[in-house]
C-alpha cells in the first residue's frame, strides 16, 4: 500500500516558514513553496464541502492567511490546521452567505458538472483521477467526506481534526470510519473490486 | 450462552479491531502490517478503498496550481507585517498597545504633578475662595483667607438674598434663640463672645437673651422695616437701624469663617468672624424664626 500523506512538506517546513516571513529575498519563493504544496489540497477539500465555490474560497483563505502570516507560530501540523481552519470557516460563511441570498438554479450540465453524480465503476475505471475520487467522496454523508479528506488530504490526525470540527476524537475516528466503510460497501456494490481495481 | 460461542467471541473482537487497525491505517496511509490477523480476502477488500484515497492525494493538476501568480501577488502587495517580523499587534487592541507604550508613563506623570500643584495651591489657600472653601470641606486644606475684615468677599453678594442677610430677616429673628443655643460652638460658638449675648442666668434658651429682657416673640417686626436701634440682633452686631431692607448690611457682609471654629469658646476676645458667624446663613435659624413669627405676642 502507497503512503497516502505525499505532500507533507516535512523537515524543511521550519526553514521555508522563517524565510517567507523574514520579508527578504527569499521570501517569495518560500511562500510560494509552501502555496504549491497547502493548495492543491485546500482545493480537494473545498471541492468536496462547497463545490459551488471552491476557488473563491481557497483564494479568500490565502488572503486571510497571508495577512496573518507574520504572527503564526507552529510546526507543519500547526500550519495545515490554521489553513483548513480558515478554509472551513470561509466555507461556512459562504454557505450562510447563499443561504441568505440563495442562487436562482440554472438546469445541470450532463457531465462534468459536479463532484456528486457519478457512477463509481465508471470512475475508479477511469484510472481513478483525482477528480473521480472527489466525486466518490463527496457521494459520503457531509461530515464524513470532511473528516476522511481532514485526515488524508490535509494530514491532519484525529486530535487536530477534532479540534478543527469541535467534535470528539472517538466522534472523528467513528465518522471516519463509517465513512471508509460505506465507501468499501459502494465500491463493491458498483462491482469495484481489488481486481478491477488492479487493473487500473 | 453456548460453549462454541464463547469461543468465538474473542476471535470476532480480534477481528474488529484488526479491521479498526486497518482503517486507521488507511487513514494514515500507512503499509499494512505483515502478518496482522485478517481473515483471507479481507485486505483485498479495503484494496480499492485506498485507490480512492491515494487518488485524493495524487499529484497537483495544473489548474489547481493556475492561481499562484495571484497569491504571490497578494503576498507582495500585503503592506506589511510580514516583511517585519517580530512582536506584533493585533488590531482591535488599540488601549492595550496604548498601555504598553510609554504614553501612560507620561499622563500619569503629568496627572500627578497637576494633582499635587493643585494639592499645593489648596493648601497654601490661594485658591479663589469658592474653590478654597470646597478644598476646606473636602480635604481639610485651610480656610479662605481674607486680606481684612472690611474686605468684601465675593460671594457676599449672595447673602443678602438669605433673610439673615437684611436687616429685616435679622429683626425678624428672634433676638437670642439660636444665638444663645450652648452647642453653637466653632463658627457659631463665637456668639457668645459677644457682649450682647451673654445669656443671664435662669434665662431660658431661645427666650431672648437680650439686654431687653423681651422675649424672642416681642421683637418680631414686619419685614422691610427697619429693626429698632439698641436691640441685639442675632448676629451679636448692634442692629443696623435705618438700613434698607434688601441691602447688604455690614455684617451681613462678612463671610461666616470656619476659622472660627478655632476660636476660643469662651474666650473674652471677640473674634472679628464672630459677627458674620451669627450671620451665616442657616435653616435652622430661617425656621426658628419663622415659628417665632408664628407665635403670638405675648
Same mark, same amino acid.
Given at each position: ?13 521550519? &526553514? ?118 472527489? &466525486? ?65 | ?47 480499492? $478503498? ?45 488601549? $492595550? ?167 476660643? $469658646? ?18 435652622? !435659624? !430661617? ?12
Amino acid at each position: 500500500m502507497v503512503p497516502i500523506l505525499g505532500m507533507v512538506i516535512g523537515e524543511t517546513f521550519e &526553514r521555508l516558514l522563517a524565510a517567507a516571513q523574514s520579508g527578504t529575498g527569499e521570501a517569495d519563493g518560500a511562500f510560494s513553496v509552501l502555496w504549491r504544496d497547502a493548495n492543491p489540497a485546500l482545493l480537494r477539500y473545498l471541492r468536496v464541502i462547497a463545490p459551488e465555490a471552491a476557488d473563491d474560497i481557497a483564494a479568500d483563505t490565502w488572503v486571510h492567511v497571508i495577512r496573518g502570516l507574520a504572527a503564526f507560530r507552529g510546526d507543519e501540523t500547526a500550519w495545515r490546521a490554521w489553513l483548513f481552519t480558515t478554509a472551513r470557516r470561509r466555507a461556512i460563511d459562504e454557505s450562510r452567505r447563499r443561504a441568505r441570498r440563495p442562487v436562482i438554479p440554472v438546469p445541470e450540465l450532463p457531465d462534468e458538472a459536479g463532484p456528486g453524480a457519478a457512477d463509481p465503476a465508471d470512475l475508479v475505471l477511469d484510472k481513478l483521477s483525482t477528480e473521480a475520487a472527489i &466525486r466518490i467522496i463527496s457521494a459520503l454523508p457531509r461530515f464524513q467526506a470532511e473528516v476522511i479528506l481532514l485526515r488524508v488530504v490535509a494530514g491532519l490526525d484525529n486530535q487536530a481534526v477534532a479540534r478543527l470540527v469541535g467534535r470528539s476524537p472517538g466522534a472523528v475516528r467513528v465518522a471516519a470510519h463509517r465513512g471508509l466503510r460505506r465507501l468499501a460497501a459502494t465500491l463493491q456494490a458498483s462491482g469495484i473490486t481489488r481486481d478491477s481495481a488492479g487493473k487500473v | 450462552m453456548t460453549k462454541r460461542e464463547r469461543s468465538s467471541r474473542p476471535d470476532r473482537r480480534s477481528l474488529e479491531w484488526s479491521r479498526e487497525a486497518l482503517l486507521d491505517v488507511l487513514l494514515e496511509g500507512g503499509p499494512w502490517p505483515d502478518g496482522d490477523p485478517l481473515p483471507d480476502g479481507e485486505p483485498e477488500r479495503w484494496q480499492p $478503498v485506498a485507490q480512492v484515497l491515494t487518488a485524493l492525494t495524487s499529484a497537483p493538476e495544473s489548474r489547481e496550481l493556475s492561481g499562484e501568480a495571484q497569491a504571490l501577488a497578494e503576498f507582495r502587495g500585503q503592506p506589511h507585517p510580514v516583511r517585519h517580523p517580530g512582536p506584533v499587534h493585533h488590531r482591535g487592541q488599540g488601549w $492595550v498597545s496604548w498601555l504598553r507604550g510609554p504614553r501612560p508613563a507620561v499622563a500619569a506623570a503629568a496627572g500627578a504633578v497637576l494633582v499635587g500643584g493643585l494639592l499645593a495651591v489648596a493648601y497654601a489657600g490661594d485658591l479663589p475662595a469658592a474653590a478654597q472653601r470646597l478644598a476646606h470641606d473636602t480635604i481639610d486644606a485651610p480656610p479662605v483667607a481674607r486680606s481684612g475684615s472690611a474686605a468684601p468677599d465675593p460671594d457676599a453678594s449672595q447673602l443678602p438674598a438669605s433673610p439673615l442677610g437684611t436687616a429685616a430677616g435679622r429683626a425678624s429673628f428672634p433676638p437670642g434663640r439660636g444665638a444663645a443655643h450652648p452647642d453653637r460652638r466653632t463658627s457659631r460658638g463665637s456668639l457668645f463672645m459677644s457682649p450682647h449675648h451673654h445669656r443671664r442666668p435662669g434665662s431660658a434658651p431661645g427666650t431672648g437673651g437680650g439686654p431687653s429682657g423681651r422675649s424672642g416673640g416681642g421683637h418680631q417686626f414686619p419685614s422691610g422695616s427697619p429693626a429698632p436701634s439698641g436691640l441685639p440682633s442675632p448676629s451679636g452686631l448692634p442692629s443696623p437701624s435705618g438700613s434698607p431692607s434688601g441691602s447688604p448690611t455690614p455684617g451681613a457682609s462678612q463671610q461666616p469663617s470656619p476659622s472660627a471654629s478655632t476660636a476660643p $469658646v469662651d474666650g473674652a476676645t471677640p473674634s472679628p468672624w464672630a459677627a458674620p458667624s451669627a450671620t451665616r446663613p442657616s435653616g435652622h !435659624h !430661617h425656621r426658628t424664626g419663622a415659628s417665632g413669627a408664628q407665635s403670638p405676642p405675648p
